[in-house]
């Protein structure tokens, strides 16, 4: 169950990574409206992701 739900944040972690990302570099989907919120939410992706992965290898 564990493993599972911290997989599941990988997952999560990733697609608010690269939506995010997208709409700082192309400005889709949300047309750039707030770069600071993208920007906030890109280093709280990259913690969700490096916590899971550390989660993960004590998991194993």
């Known amino acids: 169950m564990a493993k599972g739900l ?3 944040a990988m997952i999560i972690a990733v ?3 690269v939506l995010f990302a997208m709409d700082l570099i192309i400005s889709f ?3 750039k409206a707030k770069p600071m ?3 906030a ?3 709280c992706a990259l913690g969700l992701g490096y ?3 550390l989660t ?3 998991v194993r």
């Open 6 to 8: 911290t997989i599941t």
């Open 15 to 17: 697609l608010i990574l």
């Open 29 to 31: 989907p949300f047309q």
């Open 37 to 39: 919120m993208d920007i």
């Open 41 to 43: 939410f890109v280093v």
């Open 51 to 53: 916590i899971s992965w």
């Open 56 to 58: 993960l290898k004590e």
